[in-house]
Structures are given as C-alpha cells and as structure tokens.
C-alpha cells in the first residue's frame, strides 16, 4: 500500500474538507499555500481530497484528483495541479453555498465595509486585491465572494490570491512562500502580504478594466446592467435555477455597481477608498 | 384591425423575470441564459399576459398617448424578437 501524507483539516467557507496525498512534498505545499484555510482537527464528515501522483514521468500528467472518493481528474500536470485543487475546493464549497449568492471575485474590507471586485478573466480582479491587501485592505476572498442576500453579509473564503507573473506584484511576492514552479501564475497566502477580514457587510459591487493608458475612475452601473455583467460572463454562477437568480437579482438591486477603469493600482486604491468610504 | 390582433403571445413559464425600474433581465431557466430587455421592449413584455396583440397595442397607446398606428409595429416586431429568443408560448406573432 502507497503510503500517504496528510496536508491538514482545512474549511472554505464553512465547509471542512482535508487532503490527503501520496507525495510528501506536495503535502508540504498545500499546507503551506492553504495555510489561511487551515482549522484545528475536523470529524469524519470532513470532506477528502485525494491527490495522488500516477509515478508516470513527464511529459504525461501525472496527478490525479478524487474528491470523498470519486475520480474528478486523471491528467493534471505537475504545475497545475494545486490550481486545480483549488478550484475543486471552491467548486465544492459552490455546491453547498445554500441560500447565499456566490460571486466570480475578489472581497476586500476597508473601513468596516467589504466591496467586491468582480468580472471576467484577466480584468485585474485578482492583481488589484493582492493590491489593496498589501495596501492595508482587509482579505476576504479571490474569485469566489459569497453574499448572502438578506443580511448583504460577505463570509471570508481565504483562499490564496492568484497572483500573475511577470507583473506589478512581482516586488511584493518575491521571496514568500508560496506555488511557484517558475510558471505564469502563483498562488500566494494573502496573509503572507496583508491582514485577513471577518464576514463583513457589503458597501458595493466593482467591475474592474485594466486600460493601458486612462487614469482611473468610477462610473455608476445600473442594476440591470450589473445583473447581465454578473450572469452574462458566468452563466454557472445561477446556481440553483430560478431561485438562485432571484437571489442575485435581489442583491443587485440592494447594493450600487461600479465600473472602474484604471492602469495605475494606487490609483485604483484611492478611488476605491474614497467609494467604499462613501456613506449612503 | 390587422391580422395578428387575435394573437395571443404569453411569456413562457419558464422565463424568470427581474424588473428594474424600465428595464428588466429574464432567466430561461431551461438553458440557463439571460436576456436584458430595454425599456420598450420591457414595456410590452409586461403586458404579455395573454391578452391579445391589439390589446397590447392599445394598453400601450394608452400609456404612452401615441397613436397605435404609430406603436403597432413596434410592438409587432418586439414581440417577434422575443418569440425569436424562444421567451413566448401560445400563437406566435411571426408572418409580421
């Protein structure tokens, strides 16, 4: 029998799960990377990840995933396989949001209130959170905020942050830990650059741009136009059919939709500051 | 009085609809897309209650105190658009 290594209990957004591998090292990392998840010892109802390595050589994939033990992923390769270990643990947590909204973005604190920064791929969701953090915001998640529409209540996820590299980021992650691997993206622990948030009520939706050249600024957006910017690029997100996009639809017309345009992240910070500070 | 008066378009069941002042997004919840609808187009979409075409037509002429000359075909081809995006059940109005 293949002997195996224990990660550490860990929990995201109140659901507890543990990894289990096959490879000390990878062991190592996960624990370290998740660091920000990790809770004192669960009970058996805690939710097993099993990432096993198949011992084939590159350039097969050689990692395979199973979640409580069904098979979810035979081929990952070496570089990939936290990413998506990640996102089996935030599609898990997804699947159990049950009355709250789930959000594609980031929830950063500032003043007691949370905003999130949501919107496609590649907007600058993730850069300008591990920004704000680093900036003294308070953490509450990347790529996957959850809201519940009664209360406007955010709950923390601190999942790490997908940081891009080459980028603006690159002083401050440079030398802590975190997954490597010498590749384009790196999850880093957000506690590693600044502090994490408790559930915090929400002040306002922001859907990023990152432009080449225009200094920032804050336009408003209509509720409809929020909707069909939340469901539009992530028809996934409408879980739970009609009664989840009721949901939705009630959030959006309780909270104000910002765009933001920016290139400088300071800039950003302060414009988003001066938002967040605003009281309605 | 035209020949798709009679017509009797009605939101499909399966079609969520979230109103937001003028504007409104509808949910198909068969395949899980979502559509936005500006304000003329919500306007008749509200009355799609299974009254007639010439209903719609006159409700709207009512509100807006435009001539339904000048709205009916507005309305038709609204009404064709949504039929178009599968959001209708009941008689169509196409042929317009």
């Given at each position: ?280 | ?10 939101r ?5 609809t979230?109103l937001f002042g003028s504007e409104a997004?509808l ?10 609808l500006n304000p003329s187009a919500c306007a008749v979409w509200l009355l799609l209650d299974?009254r007639?075409i010439?209903d719609v037509v006159a409700g709207l002429a009512e509100r807006t105190g435009l001539?339904?000359?000048?709205i009916g075909?507005d309305v038709l081809r609204a009404i064709?658009d949504l ?14």
């Amino acid at each position: 029998m293949t002997e195996r290594f224990h990660a550490g209990f860990f929990e995201a957004g109140g659901i507890a799960f543990t990894v289990e591998t096959n490879r000390p090292g990878f062991a190592a990392l996960v624990a370290d990377v998740f660091r920000d998840l990790r809770v004192g010892r669960r009970g058996p109802s805690a939710v097993v990840f099993e990432v096993l390595h198949r011992g084939v050589d590159p350039p097969a994939n050689p990692w395979g995933v199973w979640r409580a033990g069904e098979q979810r992923e035979m081929t990952v390769s070496d570089g990939y396989v936290l990413t998506y270990l990640l996102w089996e643990v935030s599609r898990l947590m997804f699947e159990r949001t049950g009355e709250r909204v789930h959000l594609h973005g980031a929830a950063l604190v500032h003043d007691g209130r949370a905003l999130v920064l949501a919107g496609p791929s590649h907007a600058g969701k993730s850069t300008l959170a591990a920004w704000l953090t680093h900036r003294g915001w308070g953490y509450l998640t990347d790529e996957a905020a959850l809201v519940d529409p009664d209360t406007l209540i955010v709950s923390p996820f601190w999942r790490p942050i997908n940081v891009r590299r080459p980028g603006p980021l690159d002083s401050i992650v440079a030398g802590l830990p975190g997954d490597g691997n010498g590749d384009a993206e790196r999850l880093v622990p957000a506690s590693t650059i600044g502090t994490l948030a408790p559930a915090t009520p929400l002040a306002g939706i922001a859907f990023p741009c990152y432009t080449a050249k225009d200094e920032a600024g804050i336009g408003p957006l209509a509720p409809a136009a929020a909707l069909l910017e939340l469901t539009q690029h992530f028809p996934g997100l409408i879980a739970d059919g009609r009664a989840g996009f009721r949901r939705l639809a009630r959030l959006v017309a309780a909270v104000p939709a910002y765009t933001l345009r920016f290139h400088d992240l300071d800039e950003a910070e302060r414009v988003l500051r001066t938002l967040v500070g605003r009281r309605s | 009085m035209n020949e798709h008066d009679h017509a009797r378009p009605t939101r499909h069941p399966s079609i969520e609809t979230a109103l937001f002042g003028s504007e409104a997004v509808l949910y198909d919840e068969r395949s899980g897309t979502v559509h936005h609808l500006n304000p003329s187009a919500c306007a008749v979409w509200l009355l799609l209650d299974g009254r007639s075409i010439g209903d719609v037509v006159a409700g709207l002429a009512e509100r807006t105190g435009l001539p339904r000359t000048e709205i009916g075909p507005d309305v038709l081809r609204a009404i064709a658009d949504l039929d178009e995006a599968g959001l209708l059940e009941g008689e169509p109005a196409s042929g317009s």
